[in-house]
């Protein structure tokens, strides 16, 4: 099983501040790689697909870089609704998908 | 618009087997073009991929649960299904049921999810 390492665990973030979260995969992954987002209650919302392609009606604060093994997701300008939990997820492996453990992005 | 819709006793006793069912509007399950599958996510915990299924039937399960799961299509009502049986403390969750893009013999990461049903195992 490719195993999916997000850090850190919690990033505290001004509003209006940048954002930086990775994601490292146990093995190389190509650019078969997703971001979500989700909030309290909700459904993971997905954000990037193909590594660093956004998904339909995402904002262009987000972004997506990375392949093989490393992987970053940035929020370039964090807005209120940003602050949620973020997921990474390797679809290289296909059907075995995995999701890496998330990141919480709080306010500071 | 696409949307699925999971349902399913919310309660379920231990050792017994969990039944749920996502019901899909706004899209076929027939389509070649995509797959369904699975998530939960336990109490303040994070996401684990359950399984997937395509329309021709085929499945995949996660091997630490392939034992218990079961994933099927009933093309007729537009629904696809989960069951896991033994169930234990530990598969108390949100379970999700999620579409993605199929394409190339790969699939992508799901675009489209239930809102999710919170299935408690207790006696």
């Known amino acids: 099983e490719i195993v999916m390492t997000q850090s850190p665990a919690t990033l505290s973030v001004s509003p209006g501040e940048r954002a930086t979260l990775s994601c490292r995969a146990s093995?190389?992954?190509?650019?078969?790689l997703g971001w979500y987002q989700q909030k309290p209650g909700q459904a993971p919302r997905l954000l990037i697909y193909?590594?660093?392609t956004r998904a339909t009606g995402i904002p262009a604060r987000f972004s997506g870089s990375g392949s093989g093994t490393e992987f970053t997701l940035t929020i370039s300008s964090l807005q209120s609704e940003d602050f949620a939990v973020y997921y990474c997820?390797?679809?290289?492996?296909?059907?075995?998908?995995?999701f890496g453990g998330g990141t919480k992005v709080e306010i500071k | 618009q696409l949307q699925l819709q999971e349902s399913g006793p919310g309660l379920v006793k231990p050792s017994e087997t969990l039944s749920l069912t996502c019901t899909v509007s706004?899209?076929?399950?027939?389509?070649?073009?995509?797959?369904w599958g699975w998530i939960r996510q336990p109490p303040g915990k994070g996401l684990e991929w359950i399984g997937s299924?395509?329309?021709?039937?085929?499945?995949y399960y996660k091997p630490s649960l392939k034992s218990r799961v079961t994933i099927s299509v009933d093309t007729s009502k537009n629904q696809f299904s989960l069951k896991l049986s033994s169930v234990t403390a530990a598969d108390t969750a949100v379970y999700y049921c999620?579409?993605?893009?199929?394409?190339?013999?790969?699939?992508?990461?799901?675009?489209?999810w239930g809102q999710g049903t919170l299935v408690t195992v207790s006696s």
């Open positions: 193909g590594a660093s």
């Open positions: 997820q390797q679809y290289n492996n296909w059907p075995e998908l995995t």
């Open positions: 299924i395509y329309y021709s039937g085929s499945t």
């Open positions: 999620a579409r993605g893009y199929y394409y190339d013999s790969r699939g992508y990461s799901p675009g489209e």
């Open positions: 706004g899209g076929s399950i027939s389509s070649r073009s995509y797959y």
């Open positions: 093995q190389s992954v190509s650019s078969n």
